[in-house]
């Protein structure tokens, strides 16, 4: 470490603590490890406050060329990602161990082509080597004029089914439904319960029932019907407020309540962007404004109505956490339910909207319809859309993965792996999902601070730069103010923290400091990154 002339004698901007992750809206006075959404990705702080990498991405397969190119639209749409919690066995290839615990994943594709919409569920077998061998579940196409594809995500949910003998325990089965209009939908059973050695589905609707949302609950399958309603001269309202049901441990379909729909909180008649099941005897749902909350069997049910609760306008998914149930509101940002008349915000500091995917040329709305995003949980981060990442405990928000590699719509979790997937591929990239394995990290990462509060308003002259560090690998640091720019890099190798120092010059004022780690095996640990400065006039930099 070269030392320091004697004459000089340095004020510090210590950086030791990086939990507070990313903030769009900081705030004032704002802790000097608050970072910005710019060039802050695949990195968290552990419990100690340090930088780390979080998982790295690898791509776990590739999707099939299903068109050769899709016309008049050349792109397909990732309409379904869905890890069941079913542990899965193979009889004949041998067993992955490097996926353990076995799974499956569920994927939904449709693209247009010679004049018609197709749409196609596959199951991914996961558990099997070499953990890339797909079934096609589900193949469907009708005529369709359109010129532009706009996807409609599919819903999922699991639960066990037993037609023959309700009474008796039933095959655990996969719920998979997807709408695009009421002539145009499905709703199965995977396996059919009658014949689980097989991959053809039991289909419980056909073209028949448009459903918005569903939820697997007391034994149940829960869906939203979508019903139109005339609203004077030329006008009419949509919703998806009709609730109807199967029986329990029986998804036939002579035995759902479709002649009797029942509806919720008449009151507030605005639709639900969810429902969701907490336990075995709580069913909650949002409405455009306020929500619902639903106690006891459901067809003699105890209800709430729940005016206070931040509703929401866009069609998800949610999750289910320690806090509560996790929504976004495109207005104002995510949000937790957990009982009671209130919501409570988990993004103050983040734009509202900063979950949601944007596109230049079109509204969110008319990109893509029906489940539009997809949360997940693993342990204590949160997955929620457009990469991002929330720490349960840290209570800090983290990008998962760079956004001009990939954007992810759609999360769901298993154990340890991470899924994700886009809203839209092409033949040219055949590689929509993502996956991570939390106990895999990442080999770079990238964090980027706000202007640090001892450089706005004010020259200063940064003079040295100290670190303690851990790994091996390089540790890149930037400084960046109004006008200049300076680089100085670590080698790094030792296991164990390590304070290092160098050298830097620059005279500027609001100053951010960019911390890039890189490894061939592990981005190294950055513990701390102190600014050595003095208050600065004006003056001509000699190198």
């Known amino acids: 470490m070269p030392a320091r002339p004697a004459s000089e004698t340095y004020k510090y901007i210590n950086i030791k603590d990086f939990s507070p992750g990313i903030s769009d809206n900081p705030g004032a006075n704002y802790p000097p490890g608050a970072a910005q959404r710019n060039s802050t990705f695949r990195c968290i702080a552990n419990r100690n406050g340090a930088l780390i990498p979080l998982p790295a991405r690898t791509i776990p397969f590739s999707m099939p060329a299903d068109a050769s190119p899709p016309s008049p639209?050349?792109?397909?749409?990732?309409?379904?990602?869905?890890?069941?919690?079913?542990?899965?066995?193979?009889t004949v290839l041998s067993f992955n161990p490097s996926l353990f615990p076995e799974h499956e994943l569920f994927v939904g594709n449709e693209w247009l082509s010679g004049g018609n919409l197709n749409q196609r569920l596959r199951r991914v077998r996961r558990y099997e080597t070499t953990g890339t061998n797909m079934d096609l579940i589900q193949s469907v196409s009708a005529v369709s004029a359109a010129t532009t594809l706009v996807p409609a995500g599919m819903m999922f949910g699991t639960t066990r089914s037993n037609r023959a003998t309700p009474t008796m325990p039933g095959t655990p089965v996969v719920i998979a439904g997807w709408s695009q209009g009421s002539a145009f939908n499905y709703l199965i059973e995977f396996p059919d319960d009658q014949a689980p050695t097989v991959n053809t589905p039991y289909t419980i609707f056909s073209n028949s029932l448009f459903l918005l949302g569903l939820a697997c609950h007391q034994g149940r399958t829960v869906g939203q019907q979508a019903t139109a309603y005339g609203q004077g001269v030329n006008t009419q309202t949509f919703?998806?407020?009709?609730?109807?049901?199967?029986?329990?441990?029986?998804?036939?379909?002579?035995?759902?309540?479709?002649?009797?729909?029942?509806?919720?909180?008449?009151?507030?008649?605005?639709?639900?962007?969810?429902?969701c099941s907490m336990s075995a005897n709580e069913l909650f749902a949002p409405k455009l404004n306020g929500g619902m909350y639903v106690t006891g069997d459901l067809f003699n049910p105890f209800v709430t109505s729940l005016p206070m609760v931040v509703g929401s306008e866009v069609s998800q998914s949610p999750v289910i956490a320690g806090a509560g149930v996790i929504y976004g509101n495109g207005n104002s940002g995510i949000w937790v339910w957990g009982h009671g008349d209130q919501s409570n915000l988990l993004s103050p500091q983040m734009t509202p909207n900063f979950w949601l995917l944007n596109d230049t040329t079109h509204p969110e709305f008319d990109v893509f319809g029906g489940i539009r995003y997809q949360f997940a949980r693993s342990d204590e981060w949160v997955l929620v859309s457009n990469n991002w990442l929330y720490d349960l405990q840290?209570?800090?928000w983290w990008r998962l993965e760079d956004p001009t590699i990939t954007q992810i719509r759609l999360?769901?979790?298993?154990?340890?792996?991470?899924?994700?997937?886009?809203g839209f591929y092409t033949n040219a990239n055949l590689n929509p999902i993502s996956m991570w394995e939390r106990n895999v990290p990442a080999l770079t990462y990238s964090w980027q601070s706000h202007p640090q509060w001892e450089t706005i308003g004010n020259l200063v002259d940064i003079r040295?730069?100290?670190?303690?560090?851990?790994?091996?690998?390089?540790v890149t640091v930037t400084l960046t103010g109004e006008s200049s720019t300076s680089t100085i890099q670590f080698e790094i190798n030792n296991p164990l923290p390590v304070l290092v120092?160098?050298?830097?010059?620059?005279?500027?004022s609001n100053i951010a400091v960019t911390l890039l780690s890189s490894s061939a095996t592990e981005a190294p640990t950055i513990h701390e990154c102190n600014l050595g400065y003095v208050e600065a006039q004006k003056e001509t930099v000699r190198t």
């Open 411 to 422: 999360f769901t979790t298993i154990s340890r792996f991470i899924y994700g997937s886009q």
């Open 464 to 474: 040295e730069i100290t670190m303690r560090v851990q790994g091996v690998g390089t």
């Open 501 to 508: 120092r160098q050298p830097i010059r620059i005279q500027d």
């Open 73 to 90: 639209d050349a792109r397909f749409g990732l309409d379904g990602l869905y890890a069941a919690p079913i542990p899965m066995l193979p």
């Open 239 to 275: 919703m998806g407020e009709n609730l109807v049901w199967s029986n329990v441990n029986d998804v036939t379909a002579a035995n759902w309540n479709t002649a009797t729909p029942q509806v919720f909180v008449p009151e507030n008649p605005a639709g639900f962007p969810f429902i």
């Open 394 to 396: 840290l209570q800090s």
